[in-house]
């Protein structure tokens, strides 16, 4: 007979790994840590595979570690694409999850989910997203999604 494995049960790991890379000093901590393994003589691809990180990312965190200091390893500005949305959609889909019903809109559901919202917004403002776009969009505006509760201010 095997060992148990140790749960987690107070929250659901892609719930954790968005707290982690929601909070910079985590996140600046993590890279100086691995520019700190690598200093003390591991390998990046080892790290790598370890961590779940592409080699080339820790080889760049490690050139801007060396220009920079740890200045270089903080995530700068203007990176990634923008939103098709602006601002004052965002702000009517935030209201929209807070305080408006599925139902009301002509969906059956009584709860706004990633797929429902996905067509609200094609039908709305005429943009297209992906499922797993709606979730990072909703938690731009400070609204999270958990299983058993559905999207939340996230506070």
Do not use: C
Not at 10 to 33: D, H, P
Not at 67 to 96: F, V
Request: net charge positive; no cysteine.
């Amino acid at each position: 007979m095997g060992k148990s494995v140790l749960k987690i049960h107070r929250a659901e790991a892609q719930e954790i790994k968005k707290w982690i890379s929601s909070n910079e000093a985590y996140t600046v901590g993590m890279r100086l840590f691995l520019v700190y393994l690598v200093a003390k003589g591991h390998s990046s691809r080892k790290l790598s595979e370890l961590h779940q990180i592409s080699f080339k990312q820790i080889t760049n965190w490690v050139h801007r570690f060396e220009k920079e200091g740890i200045e270089g390893l903080k995530d700068r500005a203007g990176r990634g694409r923008k939103s098709a949305m602006n601002i004052i959609q965002m702000e009517s889909i935030k209201n929209l999850v807070l305080t408006e019903n599925p139902k009301d809109h002509g969906y059956d559901s009584i709860k706004w989910t990633g797929p429902i919202l996905v067509h609200w917004i094609q039908r709305e403002f005429g943009l297209q997203y992906q499922k797993a776009q709606i979730y990072v969009l909703l938690n731009k505006v400070g609204i999270i999604f958990q299983k058993k509760k559905g999207f939340i201010l996230n506070v």
